[in-house]
DNA sequence: AAGAACAACAACCGCCTTAGG
DNA sequence: ACCTAAGGCGGTTGTTGTTCT
């Protein structure tokens, strides 16, 4: 029955196969309208009859396509929150040029999306610097320098939403109040990050260390099955809070893993080249190598970088 | 003001895998 | 077991908008 039926579909479609010539390049809007419709009232997949059917010139690729990168109703548009970075760069260092693994980490985003943001951003900075996007020199780089510039990202934004107390110059110049404690703590990032850099990497090497004082931060990433997302309940319970010593780098990237369909995977990786008392960068740094020197110089081009992208977002 | 250069991203292409007949 | 079509994925290209000179 339901083969038949879908027999006579076929017939159906496959007559107006002959109509015309497929179309290519930037849909129309009635083309998205069309195709929005269709799978509204029946559904997705089988795309190819789906496109006939739909009466799209147009291959069911190409359907597929422009269904799952841009008219799907989940997907989300503009920027990347630097969280969503954050767990991009995170993420492609385990999975590499997975983009739709590395998609199902980030609801809402396509592999599409990640890909071009990899291949624009990413690999433009690797460029500048000479590196290789794929070796593990550039690994290093982003993990010493461009994750812990978004996580002071996320940590300031965090900080403008939260704190009332202080001003930004205030909280930057002296740390935060801490809610729980009401007491003024240090603002572990933002005063780690406006150090020199090699005492940031002295940082984070002592934060792999028994005697490491402890150090608080307003919020930890965390990652359930699929999202990831700033906890301010560590505030709120400061028992729970995870961030002292050994473990603060480690709860502050992912509370240590990532989930992959299912099944957990940890980030040993990261954390010990980022936490770890022998960071290859850091060796390298020891040495004064090349990698520092242009690293700084890229760091504070992506400050740039940055702060045109904040302008721009608050309409300045 | 105009053209060149660049950046961002949408769309396509080709290959591989999978499911159904 | 084999064949074929559909779906999925990663790489690449094309188009458009923006910035620079």
Redesign the pocket.
């Known amino acids: 029955m339901r ?1 038949s039926m879908l027999g006579v579909t076929r017939r159906i479609c496959n007559s107006r196969e002959e109509e015309g010539e497929l ?5 129309t809007l009635e083309e998205d309208t069309l195709l929005t419709r269709y799978i509204a009232r029946n559904r997705e ?6 496109a006939k059917c739909a009466g799209l010139k ?5 359907c ?3 269904w ?3 008219l799907k109703p989940d997907v989300k ?1 503009g ?1 990347l929150t630097p969280q969503e970075q954050l767990l991009i760069l995170e993420l492609h260092s385990k999975l590499g ?5 590395i998609a199902q980490h980030l609801p809402g985003r ?4 990640i ?3 990899w ?3 990413v690999q ?1 900075e690797a460029r500048q610097l000479n590196i290789e996007a794929s070796s593990t020199k550039f690994l290093d780089a982003v993990r010493s320098f461009w994750m812990p510039r978004l996580l002071q990202k996320m940590e300031q934004a965090s900080y403008s939403s939260s704190s009332t107390t202080l001003d930004s110059q205030s909280q930057a110049d002296h740390g935060v109040r801490s809610p729980s404690s009401n007491s003024t703590v240090p603002s572990s990032l933002s005063t780690l990050l406006m150090c020199p850099p090699e005492s940031k990497l002295a940082h984070y090497s002592n934060l792999g260390s028994e005697n490491s004082s402890p150090v608080t931060s307003p919020h930890v990433l965390s990652a359930n099955s699929d999202t990831i997302s700033l906890q301010p309940e560590i505030l709120e319970n400061p028992t729970c809070s995870p961030l002292h010593g050994d473990t603060f780098y480690n709860n502050l990237i992912l509370s240590d893993t990532c989930y992959e369909e299912g099944s957990c995977y940890d980030l040993d990786g990261f954390n010990q080249a980022s936490a770890g008392d022998n960071s290859p960068l850091e060796c390298q740094m020891a040495g004064g190598n090349w990698v520092f020197d242009s690293m700084v110089d890229s760091l504070w081009d992506m400050d740039d970088m940055w702060q045109f992208r904040d302008l ?1 977002e608050t309409g300045i």
């Open positions: 083969a179309r290519r390049g930037p849909w997949g089988r795309w190819n009859m789906l147009r291959t069911g690729k190409s597929r396509l422009r799952l990168n841009y548009r920027n040029n997975r983009w739709s693994k396509t592999d599409n999306e890909k071009n943001y291949r624009t951003k433009k721009r």
